[in-house]
């Protein structure tokens, strides 16, 4: 067990900031171009996975117990990673468009790749500042979705994902036997709807129109514009169109890893639309030390939807006898998403396995596997 005392060492925390490192990889990439502007994806998925195999797994738990004060330089890589991805992603996006240095090509494949800073990395932060109850980290949360266009996520993920995972109410369970290019087209079509029917009943239970100032989507829709407009401003409409690119790379592999985590897991129902309480079964976890620094223990995610406050560093890891576990960190198993026939010989295996395991008594799946058992009340 680690304690408050261990854990504020620099040995344990310091891991969590190599992040930091891909900073410097995106400047090279940005100014010399070639070869170079590929990178980034090789080393925040093939260099961490890499270590994962060298490292092996860390299943070694915190004191869930220990206070903030212990955390803090945990906090502080999370937070400080706002202005470092804003100064970064706009500081080259000015460059690039200023020198013209670069072909068409290099601009469209580093941008894409920039959507690791800001997808890969910006988003699993954004993640948690989220779920954290302080304004100054849900604003920095914010402000880091407003940059990938994505803002909607809060919501969704909040008051959609976390209360109805594994089941037909919420987007971004994956069903059984649905790759994820189909997945990746239904999120994107029905995720905003989803996330502003969350925020317009929530109004309504108070009487109040979606018209109301307290609707969030004010606020998304403010700061997206602004997003936009400084690229605009920096960059031209080259610049937006580059943006564009770096955003929908970010969302791209955001939503490849909402597709790892719950890919066939689905809730019991237990009739009359009531569906079991989330437990760690519902999700999948990995415990792979290197992406666990990449991602901050996100693959740790048994326990964050069995208690979602938790900051990343209390997070706990659960054996196979409490939880799936995935055979890869998450940037292997995206990959074999990628490859829906790879994906359903490495998974399917897997849920038929964890369906025996804790829900021998269903003998029709037909109805989890098609997401048609009933809307969860």
Same mark, same amino acid.
């Given at each position: ?6 854990? %504020? ?7 969590? !900031? ?16 070639? !070869? ?10 093939? $260099? ?6 060298? +490292? ?11 206070? *903030?004060?212990?955390?803090? !330089?945990?906090?502080?890589? $999370? ?65 880091? +979705? ?19 995972? @594994? ?45 109301? %100032? ?11 514009? #602004?997003? +936009? %407009? ?6 031209? !409409?080259?610049?937006?169109? #580059?943006? /564009? ?10 939503? #490849?890893?909402?597709?790892?985590? =719950? ?7 237990? @009739?009359?639309?009531?569906?079991? =309480? ?9 415990? =792979?030390? %290197? ?6 223990? #996100? ?15 209390? /997070? ?12 890869? @960190?998450?940037?292997?198993?995206? /990959?074999?998403? /990628? ?16 369906? *025996? ?21």
């Amino acid at each position: 067990m680690i304690t408050a005392e261990t854990i %504020a060492r620099p040995k344990l925390f310091l891991p969590f !900031w190599m992040t930091y490192l891909l900073v410097p990889v995106a400047w090279i990439s940005a100014v010399y171009g070639g !070869w170079s502007v590929i990178l980034l994806p090789l080393l925040a998925w093939w $260099v961490f996975s890499g270590l994962d195999g060298l +490292l092996g797994l860390n299943r070694e738990n915190a004191d869930t117990d220990i206070g *903030e004060d212990a955390l803090y !330089w945990y906090r502080m890589g $999370v937070m400080l990673w706002v202005p470092v991805q804003f100064v970064t992603l706009y500081g080259i996006l000015w460059y690039v468009t200023a020198s013209g240095h670069l072909g068409w090509i290099e601009l469209l494949v580093l941008f894409a790749s920039l959507g690791v800073i800001s997808g890969t990395v910006g988003i699993v932060y954004a993640h948690e500042l989220l779920h954290q109850r302080n304004r100054l980290e849900r604003w920095l949360g914010d402000i880091l +979705l407003a940059m990938v266009l994505y803002s909607h996520f809060r919501t969704e993920h909040l008051l959609v994902h976390h209360p109805y995972v @594994g089941t037909p109410r919420d987007t971004v369970t994956a069903r059984y036997n649905e790759n994820f290019h189909r997945y990746f087209a239904r999120v994107l079509r029905e995720g905003l709807k989803s996330a502003f029917r969350a925020e317009k009943e929530k109004l309504a239970k108070k009487n109040l129109p979606w018209t109301d %100032a307290r609707n969030p989507f004010w606020r998304y829709w403010a700061l997206q514009g #602004l997003a +936009l %407009a400084l690229a605009l401003y920096l960059g031209g !409409w080259l610049g937006l169109v #580059l943006f /564009l690119v770096q955003a929908l790379s970010a969302v791209w592999q955001l939503e #490849l890893t909402n597709y790892v985590e =719950h890919y066939g897991l689905t809730r019991k129902h237990l @009739g009359d639309g009531k569906y079991e =309480h989330v437990k760690p079964h519902h999700s999948w976890n990995a415990a =792979h030390k %290197a992406t666990n620094w990449l991602l901050i223990n #996100l693959q740790r995610h048994s326990d964050h939807h069995y208690k979602p406050d938790r900051r990343f560093p209390l /997070l706990q890891n659960y054996s196979e006898a409490q939880a799936p576990q995935l055979p890869y @960190g998450y940037p292997i198993m995206t /990959l074999f998403a /990628l490859w829906p026939r790879k994906w359903r010989q490495v998974m399917n295996p897997r849920v038929a396995r964890w369906r *025996e395991m804790y829900y021998p008594e269903i003998t029709d799946w037909k109805p989890y596997n098609k997401h048609q058992t009933p809307m969860p009340r």
